[in-house]
């Protein structure tokens, strides 16, 4: 069975400062990856898809990679900003069940002014 | 676009009461998709749905749940009867079906207390 696990659980940095969350994975079969954002009493937007094929991926001052090998996955937040302060959660899928998301619990993240 | 809709917002029931949860996927989408998080376990996918037919439904846990797509626009989730245990925040998700690769579009989630 599946088992996606992120560390830290909690993590609180300056304004402007380069971060990486961390998610590792259990079963290296993987279909995808993706990592999504929560934010307090909302639902989750996605942030970046990674397919098993791509080693990473970018959007603005994201960057999020996958090394499928050693079941891992890190994205990379630049210039950090208050509003980047949320929860992130990263799922993956398997072939088997692609449209299937087994998600960790998430990085809560801090962006302090 | 108004995105997944969710109904109710917030619910309190006690022990015993039927709940509903509904869920209006994004117009198009043909993938919908039931969440419950909670603090101890997570995110977990209780059931999903192409095309309006359950496609896999072993995240559900136990009978007393039961979900239903009657048409491309309109999903329920049925708790019968609720106990404290189920509460949790409910979400919805939906998709357009594109072989594994597609982003999910969750709701505002649905805040279910059962006393």
């Known amino acids: 069975k599946q088992e996606v696990t992120q560390i830290p659980a909690a993590l609180s940095v300056p304004e402007g400062e380069n971060l990486v969350l961390n998610c590792s994975f259990t079963d290296s079969a993987i279909y995808n990856l993706q990592w999504f954002r929560q934010d307090p009493g909302k639902g989750l937007t996605s942030l970046l898809l990674?397919?098993?094929?791509?080693r990473e991926q970018t959007s603005g001052r994201l960057n999020a990679s996958l090394d499928k090998s050693s079941g891992r996955s890190t994205l990379y937040i630049a210039a950090s900003q208050p509003g980047d302060s949320a929860t992130y959660l990263c799922a993956v899928s398997d072939r088997q069940g692609a449209q299937k998301l087994v998600f960790g619990q998430g990085t809560r993240l801090t962006i302090n002014p | 676009d108004a995105g997944v809709i969710q109904s109710p917002r917030h619910e309190v029931t006690e022990m015993g009461q039927e709940v509903t949860l509904r869920c209006k996927p994004i117009?198009?989408?043909?993938?919908l998709f039931w969440y419950r998080q909670t603090m101890m376990r997570g995110l977990e996918l209780l059931i999903y749905f192409n095309n309006n037919v359950p496609i896999d439904d072993s995240g559900m846990p136990e009978d007393r749940f039961s979900a239903k797509m009657p048409n491309a626009s309109f999903s329920t989730l049925k708790i019968q009867p609720s106990e404290p245990r189920d509460s949790a925040v409910y979400f919805c998700?939906?998709?357009?079906?594109?072989?594994?690769?597609?982003?999910?579009?969750f709701g505002p989630g649905t805040r279910l207390l059962v006393l």
């Open positions: 998700a939906s998709s357009l079906r594109a072989g594994g690769q597609e982003t999910q579009y």
């Open positions: 117009s198009g989408h043909n993938s």
């Open positions: 990674i397919q098993s094929s791509q």
